[in-house]
């Protein structure tokens, strides 16, 4: 199903919680929205983007928790939400090191699943390696028609450490992740939706959002 484009975006407020190097954060209506930058525009989850994104996740519960936030989408530009893992950054670290990191993604993730509200993920563009976990931390993913999904790391001789083991097959069989992950598949969003990696497909994926946060009904064609 395909969602008809919104006006989302002349509804946008900025939110009073601050902006960061590796994101920005906006408001619509009692929404906040979490938004992945970067100079390169890839959006890698370094060690830093993973610390901070984990600070903003904290301070978004308190705001929840008060009754001012209803729902979080967690999204990136049109062409990434994020490339995952940033390699050069893995490739230096120690033994030690790597269980830290993986450690610490950890909690990002499980921040994420257990936010006390709903948790959006906007897809367009790449989702790749650890953002898919990212992803997959979610209650919802609602993706553009341009979306594309893969764990490669079995190309590099890598696995994820952040969770998506276990949530990629409870969402999709182990069968099906299986083979996203041993065959390093790249999942097309019509695909992704078939499987059930993807809630829905949206032309406006944020807006698309927005009504799913609010419960309201979407006009669809097939």
């Not at 993973?50 to 729902?71: D, F, R, V, Y």
């Amino acid at each position: 199903m395909i969602f008809h484009r919104g006006g989302a975006e002349a509804r946008r407020k900025n939110i009073t919680l601050p902006n960061h190097q590796y994101f920005t954060l906006s408001r619509e209506q009692d929404c906040a929205i979490l938004q992945l930058v970067s100079a390169d525009g890839t959006n890698k989850l370094s060690s830093a983007r993973i610390a901070a994104l984990h600070g903003a996740i904290q301070e978004l519960q308190t705001a929840t928790e008060s009754g001012s936030l209803k729902a979080l989408v967690l999204t990136g530009n049109d062409k990434f939400f994020s490339v995952g893992a940033d390699l050069n950054e893995i490739s230096r670290l120690t033994a030690p090191e790597a269980f830290e990191f993986s450690r610490r993604g950890q909690a990002l993730m499980n921040a994420i699943d257990h936010f006390p509200a709903p948790v959006i993920a906007v897809i367009r563009g790449y989702c790749m390696g650890g953002s898919m976990d990212l992803a997959l931390a979610c209650d919802y993913r609602v993706a553009a028609p341009n979306a594309v999904f893969g764990h490669r790391g079995t190309t590099l001789g890598l696995i994820t450490g952040w969770g998506g083991t276990q949530r990629l097959p409870r969402l999709i069989g182990q069968a099906r992740a299986l083979q996203m992950f041993l065959l390093a598949e790249m999942v097309k969003a019509d695909e992704a939706l078939r499987i059930g990696l993807v809630d829905k497909i949206a032309e406006d994926p944020i807006h698309a959002a927005m009504l799913y946060a609010h419960g309201n009904s979407y006009t669809v064609e097939t």
